[in-house]
């Protein structure tokens, strides 16, 4: 069974930096390799909107607009877990930040900048 569990996250003020992780569990070894991986977030009041993803094999990046130059993905293969890497935050960065993969969610992890 695939699980998904999110951390890293939580109060800082805007332009600092924050790492968070997205341990997996139920896809390991070959097929973590293989596996897209994906971050949301959600802010209150609004939809869940992507964020980053990282690919399988090549481990192509893809990034919504607004986080460019500031957020980066990436995955460390041999602890089957990815991380996204936000830098320079703005308060409207604020959300729930969830890690997708193979259909399943986390249960998410607040991100809160402040001013």
């Known amino acids: 069974q695939v699980q998904l569990v999110e951390s890293g996250g939580g109060l800082v003020q805007a332009g600092g930096s924050l790492r968070l992780s997205c341990a997996t569990s139920?896809?390991?070894?070959?097929?973590?390799?293989?596996?897209?991986i994906s971050w949301y977030r959600q802010a209150p009041g609004k939809q869940r909107d992507f964020v980053a993803l990282i690919t399988g094999v090549s481990g192509f990046t893809n990034y919504a607009d607004s986080v460019k130059g500031r957020f980066t993905i990436f995955r460390d293969n041999a602890k089957n877990t990815v991380y996204l890497q936000m830098n320079s935050l703005e308060l409207e960065d604020t959300a729930v930040y969830y890690c997708?993969?193979?259909?399943?969610w986390g249960q998410g992890t607040q991100v809160t900048v402040s001013s």
């Open positions: 997708k993969a193979k259909e399943r």
């Open positions: 139920g896809i390991t070894g070959s097929i973590f390799r293989l596996t897209t």
